[in-house]
């Protein structure tokens, strides 16, 4: 059975810290692993990485795979108020199924 | 705009009755999904479908059922044999394939709550 793990599952920072995501994986078929970020209702996507050790970047998010250990980290830098969120991390197989972790509620403190 | 319409965004029902949950794109995306959604957990999949006329069971697909007969339509029963239906239901789709399989774009959700 495919499994995503994702840690913390909660935390709690104040604005300007640095905050680090881990998402853990055990699944067959892997194709890509993705981040998504829900504030509210829908989700919407983050990153999707496939290449090990290739970060990707957007403003102050990043992320990086590592598909020899079978992990990934979001890292999120100079976080504000409105970084407060569920993350979600999920992995993509070739057969088009995406399964998902719980995900790690963020709360961003002024 | 493209996008994703789910409707009802809320929705009550009695014990012992179906619901159909409704999910429209017009993304032009060949696969479509329906996830669950309890508090504080993540999302789990109850049925897939990358082609019209066909789909896949998920990992919870017990007490629901679905129909694929047109691309841009995808909806979801929540059956009286589902033992715990209150949750949050959001459906999502993607390309089948190529640089976008996998990405998937979700619609607003619909929450369902048994009395």
């Known amino acids: 059975e495919d499994k995503v793990v994702q840690s913390p599952l909660s935390l709690v920072v104040h604005e300007g810290d640095t905050v680090t995501l881990n998402c853990s994986y055990e699944?067959?078929?892997?194709?890509?692993l993705l981040w998504y970020k829900q504030e509210k209702k829908a989700p919407t996507f983050l990153f999707m990485l496939t290449s090990s050790g290739i970060e990707k970047k957007s403003g102050r998010l990043s992320s990086i795979l590592d598909k020899k250990e079978l992990f990934s980290i979001l890292n999120i830098t100079a976080t504000q108020t409105g970084d407060s969120a569920i993350y979600l991390c999920?992995?993509?197989?070739?057969?088009?199924?995406?399964?998902f972790g719980d995900g790690t509620t963020l709360t961003v403190k002024p | 705009d493209g996008g994703i319409t789910q409707s009802p965004k809320y929705l009550f029902r009695k014990e012992g009755q179906n619901v159909t949950l409704s999910c429209e794109q017009n993304?032009?995306?060949?696969?479509m999904y329906w996830y669950r959604q309890d508090p504080g957990q993540g999302l789990r999949l109850i049925y897939y479908?990358?082609?019209?006329?066909?789909?896949q069971k998920g990992d919870i697909a017990e007490g629901y059922s679905v129909s694929r007969e047109k691309k841009e339509s995808f909806p979801l029963t929540v059956t009286s044999a589902q033992k715990n239906p209150t949750a949050f239901y959001l459906c999502a789709s993607s390309l089948q394939g190529g640089f976008g399989a996998n990405v998937l774009t979700f619609g607003a959700g619909s929450r369902l709550t048994v009395l």
């Open positions: 993304l032009n995306h060949d696969a």
């Open positions: 479908s990358q082609i019209v006329n066909d789909f």
């Open positions: 699944v067959t078929n892997f194709r890509s």
């Open positions: 999920a992995v993509g197989t070739n057969a088009g199924k995406s399964t």
